[in-house]
């Protein structure tokens, strides 16, 4: 990359800055029904502590979630070093990284879309998600392992470029790996259908929003998640 890449850089993230502060107040946000912004007052970090001790003690079924919650992150090394850095020259590998982070926005919208269709039952919509993701995970993860197998880090082969014969199927993979990333993440952040599915209505879409309609409990959830 030449110096102009790095200065573009610089120059849209000092935009970004600037366009911050052309941000409205919150106090001065009306809404389209007139209500206005209520703004809370921020917690402190001991209550923050705190809150996720006590929401340990009165949810423990929470517990059950934690490995789900460890794997919505772990991949992302693999994927952008092992495989993305590893197997395609630097170019391709900047293609596949724009190709990628697109491709969530589609995974985010067609399971959030699907996890808010309030016609069917919670149970059905938290079964489906998770035979979705099921399926998903054996079909994505499957065609990864037929991609790397034989690949190792001591033969690691010619980089791919995008312009390379071949190139159509490995690039279809990572950007299924970007749809699958958001399909997961989305899917946590809905989560417990399956334990207190009937418990309560009118919650945000998906299996950890379905635990509870108070929004600082859901705090604490989202807490023990990240």
Known sequence: MTDGTYV???????????LAWCLVNSKDVVRSDGS???MMKNASWR?????LWECLKS?????????????????YTYQQNGANHSRFDTRTAALNNTLYW???IGGAFVFGYCLDIARYKRSVRAKAAWVALFLLTMAIWG??????NGHTRAHPGAPIDWTSGGYAGPVILYMLYGFYD????????CMEMLLEASAMANSMPGFMGS???NSRKLANYAGWYK
């Not at 934690?66 to 772990?74: C, E, I, K, L």
């Not at 065609?143 to 790397?148: I, L, N, T």
């Open 47 to 51: 209550s923050e502590i705190l809150g």
């Open 8 to 18: 573009g850089f610089i120059v849209l993230t000092a935009l970004g800055a600037i």
């Open 143 to 148: 065609g990864g392992y037929a991609f790397q």
């Open 102 to 104: 697109s491709s969530q």
């Open 211 to 213: 635990l509870s309609n």
């Open 182 to 189: 958001a399909a997961w993440q989305t899917c946590v952040y």
């Open 59 to 75: 949810d423990i079924y929470i517990v059950s979630l934690f490995p789900m919650f460890w794997a919505s992150n772990w991949f």
């Open 36 to 38: 206005r912004v209520i």
